[in-house]
DNA sequence: CTAGGGTTAG
């Protein structure tokens, strides 16, 4: 091989070959590229090396990178580090490690960079053994007090749920840095102790920065408490870190849940204002959130603003059109994504089977399902079988969904049960719901949900012994059903309302305005719908909570506070029941009011008495 | 060199 010694040539081939990496989108034009740097002799330039090792790593050709490594004579600890690093942050982590281990056979010298890399992979994997194995590398090596390698370890430890340990750790540093301190919080929020997370937080004497605060509101978000979570961005916003895109993105998260279109659009546009780039992540939250809170239109915004969309962003955009019920729109952009050039995966697939079952697409959501493995060598997980029993389900064909539960290679979960029962609810079939309503109890005896499905479905089967004895099951287990919930936002506030709940400041008026209502619903043919009120024996009783339901409440408070006209937004924790699904149909015709609801799964459009989910749900 | 981030079935 000849080697060029003019540094000029070398100059030029080193600034010739670089971009051609950067735009390098195959493994042809990457070994391309290896040949001709290889020629120019650039293969012996720790830079270009550098490069070229890391684009192969990152480009999940890390094969590649392996090979070119191992044909490397004697390969420096920064190059050892360099492969280490690489491995550390790619789709297989574990390679790190083998490294390492490689490493020690061969006694290559480490130094203080080689753990804080590998106990990243260690942290990437959640793998705890080896990160005790690791800790005591340092140990004996002689790294116990170096602050990177310690922090590292904090952090091995929090993400592998050892907060004990990673605690233990950060007291015996003599002085910790920020990096300790949020690395010590992180292991308590992923314990989900956020009360003691957020006294280690309150008592950081080193300035928070931005990765503090994301911390505490990530934790917040992951636990479910997203109003803390948005309390806390409030307040950092009052304090003197600039959020960046990572928080935005995790307060975003907590308006998606929360169903809280105002806050999210305000961070919209402080995105904007502030010119915050819009990377993968923070498109794919915003797309999310604009699609929980009812915009779909905005979600397309901007999803079409976006110039490289990823796999994650398509996948973000078809989820939401899943939501809404649009099934057809979601099957669109699915074979958009597609003539692209970018390849969906396990999650694309969820998605947009997901959306062919909430839009009764029976045939499109087959084909998918059956092209996963053979088209795209993608193996079905059970969230696919989930969707598939549903989609079938729903449609009445519950042979076929029973077929694929007996013949999946995995354990039925009890989404899978659930989704069954739900079929066998729909299309009254009791025997097979009461024998899966049993089982149901038996995987899962403290769910109070559980035994009222149960007794529901003897119920519709009049067999009225055995959804009594079902309920007193329940009430000896001290289980208790989660009371429905509906909340609606009127400028900005949101109003709480629970299921036969008086402590509204406006009850009074509340309940008068939904008599006026009822008579006029009544005016139009309305009759209670006690169908799914079953466990009640008198009519009158049904009927009395029906009318509470809190969903109701809600939409009575809307039409009291706005304007004739105004859309009403309506977010619920449960499923919306068949009464109130009539209702509000009725509602949107009778009062001329779009109206729109968020339920546990899906989104309701109202309008004129009729609803996006041709009462498919 | 170490710390914070995404889309998913009911």
């Not at 684009?55 to 920064?78: E, G, K, L, M």
């Not at 290559?108 to 990437?124: D, G, M, Q, R």
């Not at 308006?255 to 809280?260: M, N, R, V």
């Not at 239109?297 to 490289?308: I, R, T």
């Amino acid at each position: 091989m000849q080697v060029i010694s003019s540094s000029f040539a070398f100059e030029h081939n080193l600034c010739e070959t670089m971009p051609c990496l950067e735009r390098c989108t195959n493994q042809k034009e990457l070994k391309q590229i290896h040949a001709r740097m290889l020629k120019s002799g650039l293969m012996q330039d720790s830079y270009a090396m550098k490069k070229f090792l890391s684009f192969c790593i990152s480009s999940s050709t890390s094969s590649y990178a392996q090979n070119v490594f191992d044909a490397f004579d004697r390969p420096d600890t920064f190059l050892w580090n360099l492969m280490i690093r690489g491995f550390s942050s790619s789709h297989e982590p574990e390679r790190s490690i083998l490294l390492y281990h490689r490493m020690l056979c061969c006694s290559a010298p480490h130094n203080e960079y080689t753990f804080p890399f590998l106990l990243k992979a260690c942290s990437n994997l959640s793998a705890f053994e080896e990160t005790k194995q690791i800790h005591a590398q340092i140990t004996k090596f002689g790294y116990g007090n170096d602050v990177y390698a310690v922090n590292s370890l904090i952090n091995s430890y929090a993400v592998t749920g050892n907060f004990k340990l990673a605690h233990l750790l950060f007291e015996r540093i003599p002085k910790p840095d920020a990096v300790s301190w949020n690395s010590v919080i992180k292991g308590y929020t992923k314990a989900g102790k956020m009360d003691i997370a957020l006294t280690l937080f309150r008592k950081m004497p080193e300035k928070k920065n931005a990765v503090s605060w994301t911390t505490m509101i990530s934790g917040y978000v992951q636990a479910g408490m997203n109003k803390e979570a948005l309390q806390l961005f409030h307040e950092m916003q009052n304090s003197d870190v600039e959020p960046d895109n990572v928080s935005l993105a995790n307060a975003l998260s907590a308006c998606a849940q929360l169903g809280a279109l105002e806050q999210g659009k305000w961070i919209h546009s402080y995105v904007n204002k502030r010119r915050i780039r819009i990377d993968s992540v923070l498109c794919c939250v915003l797309i999310d959130m604009y699609a929980k809170c009812g915009e779909m239109e905005e979600a397309l915004g901007v999803f079409k603003n976006m110039k490289k969309k990823s796999v994650q962003v398509w996948t973000a955009l078809i989820s939401g059109y899943a939501y809404h019920g649009l099934g057809r729109e979601a099957i669109g952009k699915f074979m958009e994504m597609q003539k692209m050039g970018v390849k969906p995966n396990v999650i694309t697939f969820t998605a947009a089977l997901t959306a062919c079952s909430y839009a009764g697409l029976v045939e499109e959501g087959k084909s998918l399902f059956y092209s996963m493995e053979r088209d795209y060598n993608l193996k079905p997980t059970i969230e696919h079988y989930g969707c598939m029993v549903d989609l079938l389900g729903r449609a009445g064909l519950l042979d076929e969904a029973k077929c694929i539960i007996q013949k999946m290679p995995l354990k039925p979960n009890t989404v899978i049960w659930g989704a069954l029962l739900k079929a066998c609810q729909i299309h009254k079939n009791i025997e097979l719901g009461e024998e899966i309503g049993e089982i149901l109890i038996k995987m899962d005896p403290n769910h109070g949900g559980r035994y009222v499905h149960k007794a529901k479905i003897h119920a519709m089967g009049k067999k009225w012994d055995k959804a009594a004895e079902t309920r007193r099951l329940m009430k000896e287990k001290g289980v208790a059903k989660v009371p429905g919930c509906s909340t609606i936002s009127l400028e900005g506030t949101t109003h709480e309302f629970l299921a036969g709940d008086r402590s509204h400041v406006e009850i009074e008026r509340i309940q008068y305005k939904w008599r006026t209502v009822r008579k006029k619903l009544e005016e139009h043919g309305y009759v209670p719908e006690l169908e799914d009120m079953l466990l009640l024996v008198d009519d009158e009783e049904r009927e009395a909570i029906v009318h509470q339901h809190s969903e109701k409440l809600a939409i009575t408070y809307g039409l009291i506070k706005t304007k004739p006209g105004t859309t009403l937004r309506i977010m619920k924790n449960l499923r919306v029941c068949k009464d109130c699904h009539r209702v509000t149909k009725l509602i949107s015709k009778i009062y001329k009011r779009d109206i729109i609801m968020r339920d546990r799964t899906r989104f309701h459009h109202f309008r004129d008495g009729k609803c996006s989910c041709g009462d498919y749900w």
